[in-house]
């Protein structure tokens, strides 16, 4: 079943990261593009930010920035194809390798929030995988199941995550005291303690990060 998949990534290196950090109150979003060019290097960026020229200063001190073209300018939006240096961090190429399309990408305050949709979950554990092996921070926010009408949500879990909360939590790990060891959870998955434990503290950092930022926007609506 395929799934969408909304992602927090950040890391000093991730592309145009320094010029997000440089500049106070920037919008930088990625312009949906079809162009199959193979070999192409240059893509397109919309850039939103009261001053074109610190942005342009910008882009030329910034160390993932390898050139960049103007194609279209105001007082304060900017559209701007740009390549690369090698030393950028980017996500895009394990996404496309998991046979994964980038959806919508923009910049939060210290990173990008990106949503993808992924042939299953098989391949959210691929990206996951990547992004850590690269240190290259990642929450997952949410995760859609594209095949129900209503859109199943999974907590921003990953497959691995949620089968060890699910197997910690029917075993009895959770209860005080608990019934089970760390070690005989990991075992019974076939899983060093080391490995065990850091599922489950992601999957607890990841299911607490969503359910409470989810409240927060409940609340908010209703003092709307």
Do not use: C
């Not at 030393?87 to 939060?108: C, Q, Y």
């Not at 959210?124 to 129900?148: F, K, P, R």
């Amino acid at each position: 079943m395929s799934i969408t998949t909304k992602l927090r990534i950040e890391n000093d290196r991730l592309a145009l990261v320094p010029t997000l950090r440089r500049l106070e109150g920037v919008h930088i979003r990625v312009v949906p593009q079809g162009n199959t060019v193979p070999g192409a290097t240059l893509f397109p960026f919309f850039i939103d930010y009261e001053d074109q020229s610190a942005v342009e200063d910008a882009l030329d001190d910034d160390p993932t920035v390898e050139r960049y073209e103007v194609v279209d300018q105001t007082d304060v939006t900017g559209i701007y194809y740009i390549s690369h240096t090698p030393e950028a961090k980017l996500i895009s190429p394990i996404v496309t390798e998991a046979n994964g399309f980038m959806v919508d990408t923009e910049t939060t305050e210290r990173g990008w929030l990106v949503r993808l949709l992924l042939p299953d979950r098989h391949a959210l554990d691929t990206v996951w995988t990547y992004a850590n092996s690269h240190d290259i921070a990642v929450d997952i926010i949410e995760v859609y199941g594209n095949d129900d009408p209503g859109g199943e949500r999974s907590y921003g879990l990953t497959e691995a995550q949620q089968t060890a909360l699910e197997a910690a939590y029917e075993a009895g790990y959770f209860n005080e005291p608990r019934d089970v060891s760390l070690n005989e959870m990991a075992e019974e998955l076939g899983l060093s303690s080391t490995a065990m434990s850091g599922r489950l503290r992601r999957g607890m950092r990841n299911l607490l990060s969503t359910t409470l930022a989810r409240n927060e926007e409940d609340d908010r609506a209703r003092t709307q």
